[in-house]
C-alpha cells in the first residue's frame, strides 16, 4: 500500500517510448546549429557534468540537444551520464567522486533525489544576477516545482513536460454508432460515452474507459495531497478524496469495463483512455492500425477548466559545482524559446507559456499528424498541492493498490479512504521512530 509518492506522475517507465518517438534532424535544429556561438575573447575551456536522471524520459543525443549547446558553448565540453539504478545511481556518483553540474529530473522527486544526496542549490541569486524572466513559465508549473521541494525554493527550472489528453479509438465509437468525444467534455460526458461503447459483441469485449488510478489521484483536479501541509498525518477521509475516488471508481463498475492497464489500449478494443502523449505514440507505433485521435482530457463539473496538477521535469544545478554560471547559462538555453520549439515540434511537452512553442508540439512527429495535439494544452494545469512544512516526514504514497481492492472486493469508498489513512500514518509512525532510532 506505501510506494514512491509522485513516482507515477512522470517516472522514467511513463516515458520509456520517448526517445523512440522523435524524428530526425528539423529545420530549428539546423536553424539553432547555425547560430554563431559567443563571440569575442575566447573563453576558457571547461567541462560540464549533465546528469540525465530520466534516460527514459529524454535523449540529449537524438533530440539535438547536446549539439545545439555544443555550437552555442563552444568552450564547454559536456560529459552525460544516463542514470542506471544498478550502475550509476546518485549514491554511484557520490562515491566515485563524479558529482554532476546539471541534473535533469522529474519535479516530484526534488526531495528523494535532489536534497537528500545534497545536491540542492538556490537557483534565486543566479536568477537576479542574469535577470532571467521567470515570467516565461506557466505560473502553476513553477509553482510546483517550488512546492515539490517543501521549502519552496527555487531549486530547479522546468525543462520538460508530460502532457495527458482523452485517446480515443474511431473504430469502436463508429462500430457502435456513438458520436466522437469532443473537447471540453466533463467526466459526467466522458462516463456516458463509456457506458455506450462498453460492451461484449461476438466474443470480443470491448471497455469503454481506461486509466492509471496512481496518476489521476496524484494528479488530481483538485490539488489535493495525501500528506497534511501542517501536520505529521495523512489527510484523506475527506470529501475532496472521496469525490476523486467517486469519480474514477464508477467506470469500473460499468459491467465489462475492467480496471486494466492502459497498455491494453494497443490492442485496439479500449475506446477511450487517458494518458500521457509518449504512451500514446507508443501505442500508435506497436499498432499501426489504430483509427484514433484525442480530445482535451474530461473536467469535474466543481472544477471547470482545470486540468492535471503539473507533470515537470526540472533542470537543476548542483550546489557542489564549481561552474555554476557556466551551468546556469546552459540551462537558460535550454528553457529557451528557440530550443523548446525545437523540442515541442519532436513532441516534447513544454513548461513556457509561449502559445508558438505549444502550437508547434509534434509538428515532426510522425503518428501525430493529422491529430488534434491542441487537445495536450487546452486546459490550464490545476495549482499544485499546498506547501508542505520541509521538517515534516514525507512517506511514500501509492494510490494504486487501494483503488484496484476497492473495485474488486466492491469496497464502500469512506471505508477504502479510513483505512487507508490509517495505513499511512502508520507508516509515518514508524519513519518517525527509525529516524529516532539513528
Not at 506547501?387 to 476497492?406: E, H, I, Q
Request: glycine content about 6%; proline content about 5%; aromatic content about 10%.
Amino acid at each position: 500500500m506505501v510506494k514512491v509518492y509522485g513516482k507515477a506522475v512522470i517516472g522514467a517507465a511513463s516515458l520509456l517510448l520517448f526517445s523512440n518517438v522523435m524524428l530526425g534532424c528539423s529545420n530549428d535544429k539546423e536553424a539553432i546549429l547555425n547560430t554563431e556561438g559567443n563571440t569575442g575573447k575566447p573563453k576558457e575551456p571547461i567541462t560540464l557534468t549533465i546528469f540525465n536522471g530520466q534516460p527514459g524520459a529524454l535523449n540529449f543525443e537524438s533530440l539535438g540537444i547536446t549539439e545545439a549547446i555544443k555550437k552555442k558553448f563552444p568552450h564547454i565540453t559536456l560529459n552525460i551520464i544516463l542514470r542506471d539504478p544498478k550502475s550509476t545511481d546518485y549514491k554511484d556518483l557520490i562515491a566515485g567522486g563524479t558529482l554532476p553540474d546539471i541534473i535533469y529530473e522529474s519535479a516530484s522527486f526534488t526531495v528523494d533525489r535532489i536534497i537528500q544526496n545534497g545536491f540542492q542549490y538556490d537557483l534565486q541569486e543566479l536568477v537576479k544576477k542574469n535577470n532571467f524572466n521567470l515570467q516565461q513559465f506557466e505560473p502553476n508549473v513553477l509553482a510546483q516545482t517550488q512546492n515539490a521541494n517543501g521549502e519552496g525554493k527555487l531549486y530547479g527550472l522546468p525543462f520538460t513536460m508530460n502532457r495527458y489528453a482523452l485517446f480515443y479509438n474511431k473504430d469502436i465509437f463508429d462500430k457502435f454508432g456513438v458520436a466522437y468525444p469532443k473537447d471540453g467534455m466533463t467526466w459526467d460526458e466522458v462516463y456516458d460515452l463509456a457506458k455506450k461503447v462498453t460492451r461484449v459483441e461476438q466474443g470480443t469485449t470491448y471497455m469503454g474507459f481506461a486509466a492509471i488510478p496512481n496518476n489521476m489521484m496524484l494528479n488530481n483536479q483538485l490539488s489535493l495531497s495525501p500528506l497534511d501541509p501542517r501536520e505529521d498525518k495523512a489527510v484523506l477521509n475527506t470529501d475532496g478524496w472521496k469525490l476523486m475516488f467517486d469519480n474514477l471508481k464508477r467506470f469500473y463498475e460499468i459491467p465489462d469495463n475492467a480496471l486494466v492497464p492502459t497498455s491494453e489500449t494497443a490492442k485496439g478494443s479500449i475506446a477511450m483512455a487517458l494518458e500521457s502523449h509518449p504512451l500514446m505514440i507508443g501505442w500508435v507505433k506497436a499498432n499501426p492500425n489504430l483509427n484514433w485521435d484525442v480530445v482535451s482530457l474530461p473536467v469535474l463539473k466543481e472544477k471547470p477548466g482545470t486540468g492535471l496538477k503539473p507533470a515537470t521535469l526540472a533542470l537543476f544545478i548542483s550546489q557542489t559545482s564549481k561552474y555554476k554560471d557556466e551551468a546556469f547559462q546552459i540551462v537558460s538555453y535550454l528553457v529557451s524559446e528557440q530550443v523548446q520549439t525545437m523540442l515541442s515540434k519532436q513532441g516534447v511537452g513544454t513548461p513556457l507559456v509561449n502559445a508558438n512553442v505549444k502550437n508547434a508540439f509534434g509538428q515532426e512527429v510522425q503518428e501525430l499528424q493529422g491529430k488534434n495535439t491542441g487537445a495536450f494544452y487546452y486546459y490550464k494545469d490545476a495549482p499544485p498541492s499546498p506547501l508542505r512544512a520541509a521538517d515534516l516526514t514525507n512517506v511514500n504514497v501509492d494510490f494504486g493498490k487501494p483503488f484496484g481492492d476497492m473495485v474488486k472486493n466492491k469496497a464502500d469508498t469512506n471505508t477504502v479512504l479510513r483505512q487507508f489513512e490509517e495505513a499511512i500514518n502508520q507508516a509515518i509512525a514508524t519513519a518517525k521512530s527509525d529516524k529516532a532510532k539513528k
